[in-house]
Each structure stands twice: as C-alpha cells, then as structure tokens.
C-alpha cells in the first residue's frame, strides 16, 4: 500500500490525478479520474503492443504496472526528472521562455530538430500535439531530449499502425505536420518561415 499524502501532490488533467511516489524520487503514482478511462485505456493498448520495444523508446516514460494506494488503485509511472533531479520543464514552457528571450533560439531549434529526428526514429504514435503534454530533459548540462507523457497511441478499434510501419509513418508524418503547424501558428514570432519548413519536411 503506497500512503499518499497532499504533499506529494503534482498536477491533475482531465483524466488523471499524478503524485510522486513518497519513497523513490524517480517515480510517480497516476490515479484515474474514472476507472474506465479511454485516454489511459488507449495508452496502455499502444504500451502492450510495443511489448519489449517500448523499453528502447526514449520518448516514451517508462511504466511498471499497477499499485495499490490510499486513494485507490494507482498506475506506476517513470517520474521525468533532469540530471540534477530537478522537474523537468515542459516544452510549453520551453517555448515560452524561448518568446521571452530570443538568445535561446537556436537552442530550441535543435531541441526541436533532435525531437523530429526521434519522433521519426521511434515512429512514435500521437493522439494530439500539445506541447503541455512533452517534457523537456535535461540529461546533462548541455544535452536535453524530449519525453511524452500524454496523448499516446490511436482510438480506432484496428490501430493498423500498430503492426505495419507504412501506417505507422504515415500517420507519424500527420501529427508532425500538425505539431509544425502548431510552432507556426503560436511561435512564428521566435522561429523563421524558412527553419519552419525545413522543421516540416518529412
């Protein structure tokens, strides 16, 4: 039994309620806000699908299955944490401080490009491309990588990208166009027509 306290209280979303776990910094506990959640049940049918090759995913958190707690059944998760185990940022905030401080520029653009470049990689499905759903790590003074957190997998009843490549791809290189979209519509300011479009060739 994993006694959670108001103290080791996160954040909440639409469908889940996070807590950090009270004994290991490096983990945190979901509760759902309905057991019959279909954002989480769409996530752990993309999990179980990946079966061993979820573990070689970088933008994928790590997950360990299900705990007892004393607010009710508990999903054990990977906590995101930088080098120095501080919180990691998420990319909303990245990009916000990128608009309050031009010199971060070019840094964001790599961090973006790293990102395109392991999204593809991974061929990593997406239900939506928030930013408030990315966190930012740090893994060392200089190097930073993007983990997921939210939005993950596919709702339809066959998820052929599942099990075929081609429609992995192609529905990779959907929600990738739409995330460029996004840095265009919100970020057009901070990021040039011509970086966005390199950004956006896939």
Same mark, same amino acid.
């Given at each position: 039994?994993? +006694?959670?306290?108001?103290?080791?209280?996160?954040?909440?979303?639409?469908?889940?309620?996070?807590?950090?776990? @009270?004994?290991?910094?490096?983990?945190?506990?979901?509760?759902?806000?309905? @057991?019959?959640?279909?954002?989480?049940?769409?996530?752990?049918?993309?999990?179980?699908?990946?079966? +061993?090759?979820?573990?070689?995913?970088?933008?994928?958190?790590?997950?360990?299955?299900?705990?007892?707690?004393?607010?009710?059944?508990?999903?054990?998760?990977?906590?995101?944490?930088?080098?120095?185990?501080?919180?990691?940022?998420?990319?909303? +905030?990245?990009?916000? /401080?990128?608009?309050? /401080?031009?010199?971060?520029?070019?840094?964001?653009?790599?961090?973006?490009?790293?990102?395109?470049?392991?999204?593809?990689?991974?061929?990593?499905?997406?239900?939506?491309?928030?930013?408030? +759903?990315?966190?930012?790590? =740090?893994?060392?003074?200089?190097?930073? =990588?993007?983990?997921?957190?939210?939005?993950?997998?596919?709702?339809?009843?066959?998820?052929?990208?599942?099990?075929?490549?081609?429609?992995?791809?192609?529905?990779?290189?959907?929600?990738?166009?739409?995330?460029?979209?996004?840095?265009?519509?919100?970020?057009?300011?901070?990021?040039?027509?011509?970086?966005?479009?390199?950004?956006?060739?896939?």
């Amino acid at each position: 039994m994993i +006694n959670l306290t108001d103290d080791l209280f996160l954040g909440d979303g639409n469908h889940k309620i996070v807590y950090a776990h @009270p004994t290991d910094k490096a983990l945190c506990v979901k509760l759902l806000r309905t @057991p019959d959640d279909p954002d989480f049940a769409k996530e752990m049918r993309y999990r179980k699908a990946l079966g +061993n090759r979820a573990d070689s995913m970088t933008l994928l958190t790590k997950y360990f299955g299900e705990v007892e707690t004393s607010k009710g059944k508990g999903y054990l998760f990977e906590r995101v944490l930088d080098f120095d185990g501080k919180i990691s940022q998420t990319m909303l +905030n990245v990009l916000d /401080d990128t608009v309050a /401080d031009k010199k971060l520029v070019p840094a964001t653009e790599k961090l973006l490009f790293d990102f395109k470049k392991t999204y593809f990689d991974e061929k990593f499905l997406l239900a939506g491309v928030d930013p408030d +759903n990315y966190l930012v790590q =740090r893994i060392s003074p200089t190097e930073r =990588r993007v983990r997921i957190i939210d939005n993950i997998g596919i709702a339809t009843f066959i998820p052929l990208p599942y099990y075929i490549d081609y429609f992995a791809v192609k529905r990779a290189k959907k929600y990738w166009r739409r995330f460029v979209d996004l840095m265009r519509s919100d970020y057009g300011k901070i990021f040039s027509e011509e970086y966005l479009r390199e950004l956006g060739n896939v």
